[in-house]
T-cell receptor, first 114, second 112 residues
Framework: DGGITQSPKYLFRKEGQNVTLSCEQN?????MYWYRQDPGQGLRLIYY???????QKGDIAEGYSVSREKKESFPLTVTSAQKNPTAFYLC?????????????FGPGTRLLVL | AQSVTQPDIHITVSEGASLELRCNYS??????LFWYVQSPGQGLQLLLK??????LVQGIKGFEAEFKRSQSSFNLRKPSVHWSDAAEYFC??????????FGTGTRLLVSP
């Protein structure tokens, strides 16, 4: 069954701690994305990757880092530099259709600060 | 800059009644348009998309949307709402690869 998985579903972070959110896809999509969702707001792009070993900053990359060592995996690390990390984090992968792309989303990870 | 406006933060509809969720966009070229639905605590599910061609597009779960270039709109409709349709709906503009602009969402409540 193809899809996108994110783990864990809930994650708790202590002050000064780095935490890593997992995102895996078996859709064979080249592109992958990380978004942050806050209440009452639309999604905001953190990082994206079009190909293995390459990634670009999105609109709100400060305090976050990513890696793309495998096509299937795109983990997101929330560093201690991110002062307001409490949010719902969504991973997506993109399927190209000519000049456009459709993005498909995982179930999300909710990050809470202790 | 591209933008998406969903003017209704909340909408309440009786079960069995028709639904229309409004979406207006601002973009200089032909946009690529999407509607996604999100249930509480879940990810986003694609309902439908418009890239080109017929301006009335059909999606999953009985939803449809109509692209009106003259009004810069892409409203979502359903003829008869079910209680399971209660969720948050996002209108999204795509400007090619990598760049999606999300509306702030409309929360649909379904009353018995």
């Amino acid at each position: 069954d193809g899809g996108i998985t994110q783990s864990p579903k809930y994650l708790f972070r202590k002050e000064g701690q780095n935490v890593t959110l997992s995102c895996e896809q078996n859709l064979n999509h080249d592109a992958m994305y990380w978004y942050r969702q806050d209440p009452g707001q639309g999604l905001r792009l953190i990082y994206y990757s079009q190909i293995v070993n390459d990634f670009q900053k999105g609109d709100i990359a400060e305090g976050y880092s990513v890696s793309r060592e495998k096509k299937e995996s795109f983990p997101l690390t929330v560093t201690s530099a991110q002062k307001n990390p409490t949010a719902f984090y969504l991973c997506a992968s993109g399927r190209g259709e000519g000049e456009v792309e459709t993005q498909y989303f995982g179930p999300g990870t909710r990050l809470l600060v202790l | 800059a591209q933008s998406v406006t969903q003017p209704d933060i909340h909408i309440t509809v009786s079960e069995g009644a028709s639904l229309e969720l409004r979406c207006n966009y601002s973009y200089g070229a032909t946009p690529y348009l999407f509607w996604y639905v999100q249930s509480p605590g879940q990810g986003l599910q694609l309902l439908l998309k418009y890239f080109s061609g017929d301006t009335l597009v059909q999606g999953i779960k009985g939803f449809e949307a109509e692209f009106k270039r003259s009004q810069s709109s892409f409203n979502l409709r359903k003829p008869s709402v079910h209680w399971s349709d209660a969720a948050e709906y996002f209108c999204v503009v795509g400007t090619g690869f990598q760049k999606l602009v999300f509306g702030t969402g409309t929360r649909l409540l379904v009353s018995p």
